[in-house]
């Protein structure tokens, strides 16, 4: 049996990045555990999509989470579609109903513009996302969890630069490490940072409901309503796709305002309210929003860039929403967390002492940050772009930039940014 490695990692955030860390960690023989302020382990929201870079480094990780992954994953009738790309809002259409640019192919509000293909072969897709939880839990011991742990202050042991981590019950627990996969709202990223570069509003709301598949093609047809359908407006989008194994078509809805007031960042609305934030949009989108069960409004929130992901004494690092919390424009976010791991995971397994660590949080920043508060940028233009805020509505420019857009993300040698990350590691610790 492999001896353990003479230091620990505390985790703290027990969600997909969490997870997927602690079964990257043990892998690598490195004692973990993970603490998670909830009462039991769950993700709140139903649909997240995980592309093939996403997918690519789950195998790296582990075969195991690509199965689970399997068995959670919901397709279209064509694995390679991600979206149909659709104009929903009627003021790009001239009175007769025919988009404005699309006269001479007879084009109208609803009809399909384009369709958005992943750019390579590997697997893809959405998943609902306390299902995949579950199955990341599979694959961790229950020995390794602490439930019910608030984090509420991180300080220094002593010289060793070993971290003690301060629980909202009055525990503490102390680590050769602690990496923060707590969110969007991640206190260890508040605790590292001292305060600077919290969540900022990104001008964006979603509206999020659900509806059975059954309905779902009474009301739009069989083809619709078991595809991904991405409509497009004036300062609002519309996204359609099937989870459940297609049991259910979940729907997100987005508009715009300036600035956010309340300090719950998900309300709940009326379907009222929904209707007349798209009382300009057409037929299509009316049925889909008057459908939608269980209306709640998010707030959609980012990171600024961090100045850091990790500090040395105590040693502390960022990883997944906790370090660059984007919008969901460009289907990433999770995926971006999922490489995190990969890379992070594998520079900790060749160490062989707690002091080593600080050069490992250099190496995986110095890879890692530039390509994550990228996707936080980008994701933010995507949203503009499907809105008629980047391109305006040329929806010839709209589909240029569209088709150019998502192979920088899916299409990563995560195995190539390995290599560099340990080249870098083995650079520090020569020198």
């Known amino acids: 049996m492999t001896t353990p490695r003479p230091f620990d990692i505390a985790i703290v955030g027990g969600g997909i990045s969490g997870l997927t860390l602690a079964i990257s960690l043990l892998q690598q023989n490195v004692p973990v555990t993970v603490y998670e302020s909830a009462s039991k382990f769950g993700e709140i929201g139903a649909g997240v999509g995980f592309g093939p870079n996403a997918v690519r480094a789950m195998g790296l990780i582990s075969p195991e989470i690509v199965e689970g992954f399997k068995r959670c994953v919901t397709h279209g009738w064509n694995e390679s579609d991600w979206f149909t790309i659709r104009v929903g809002d009627h003021r790009k259409a001239g009175p007769d109903g025919v988009l404005k640019q699309k006269e001479k192919e007879g084009l109208k509000v609803g009809d399909p513009i384009f369709e958005m293909h992943y750019t390579n072969d590997d697997l893809a897709g959405g998943v609902h996302r306390a299902h995949?939880?579950?199955?990341?839990?599979?694959?961790i011991p229950d020995s390794v969890s602490k439930l019910?742990?608030?984090?509420?202050?991180?300080?220094?042991?002593?010289?060793?630069?070993?971290?003690?981590?301060?629980?909202?019950?009055?525990?503490?627990?102390?680590?050769?490490?602690?990496?923060?996969?707590?969110?969007?709202?991640?206190?260890?990223?508040?605790?590292?940072?001292?305060?600077?570069?919290?969540?900022?509003?990104?001008?964006?709301?979603?509206?999020?409901?659900?509806?059975?598949?059954?309905?779902?093609?009474?009301?739009?047809?069989?083809?619709?309503?078991?595809?991904?359908?991405?409509?497009?407006?004036?300062?609002?989008?519309?996204?359609?796709?099937?989870?459940?194994?297609?049991?259910?078509?979940?729907?997100?809805?987005?508009?715009?305002?300036?600035?956010?007031?309340?300090?719950?960042?998900?309300?709940?609305?009326?379907?009222?309210?929904?209707?007349?934030?798209?009382s300009t949009w057409g037929p299509m989108v009316n049925t889909i929003i008057?459908?939608?069960?269980?209306?709640?409004?998010?707030?959609?929130?980012?990171?600024?860039?961090?100045?850091?992901?990790?500090?040395?004494?105590?040693?502390?690092?960022?990883?997944?929403?906790a370090a660059h919390a984007t919008t969901p424009h460009q289907g990433s976010g999770a995926g971006m967390c999922i490489e995190d791991c990969y890379i992070l995971s594998?520079?900790?397994?060749?160490?062989?002492?707690?002091?080593?660590?600080?050069?490992?949080?250099?190496?995986?920043?110095?890879?890692?940050?530039?390509?994550?508060?990228d996707l936080v940028r980008t994701s933010k233009e995507a949203g503009m772009l499907y809105e008629f805020e980047l391109e305006g509505d040329d929806l010839e420019a709209i589909e240029r930039n569209f088709k150019a857009r998502m192979s920088w993300i899916w299409d990563k040698d995560l195995k190539q940014d390995l290599e560099k990350a340990l080249s870098i590691l083995k650079g520090y610790s020569s020198s």
């Not at 995949?132 to 694959?139: S, W």
């Open 290 to 321: 008057a459908n939608m069960e269980k209306r709640d409004i998010w707030a959609l929130f980012n990171h600024p860039p961090a100045k850091t992901y990790y500090s040395t004494s105590p040693r502390i690092c960022l990883l997944g929403d």
């Open 132 to 139: 995949f939880l579950n199955e990341l839990l599979k694959l």
């Open 346 to 373: 594998r520079l900790i397994g060749e160490v062989e002492s707690a002091q080593d660590l600080g050069k490992v949080f250099q190496a995986y920043e110095e890879v890692r940050l530039r390509r994550t508060q």
């Open 148 to 278: 019910g742990k608030r984090l509420i202050d991180i300080t220094s042991a002593d010289e060793s630069c070993d971290a003690v981590l301060h629980f909202a019950d009055g525990s503490t627990a102390r680590h050769s490490a602690v990496i923060g996969c707590d969110g969007i709202k991640s206190k260890t990223r508040d605790i590292l940072l001292d305060g600077e570069a919290t969540a900022v509003f990104s001008g964006k709301y979603a509206y999020r409901g659900l509806i059975p598949m059954e309905k779902a093609a009474k009301l739009l047809g069989d083809k619709i309503a078991h595809n991904s359908q991405l409509f497009m407006g004036y300062h609002g989008h519309l996204l359609t796709f099937p989870i459940e194994k297609g049991k259910t078509m979940n729907v997100v809805a987005f508009n715009s305002c300036e600035t956010w007031t309340d300090p719950k960042w998900v309300v709940s609305t009326t379907k009222e309210n929904m209707l007349a934030d798209y």
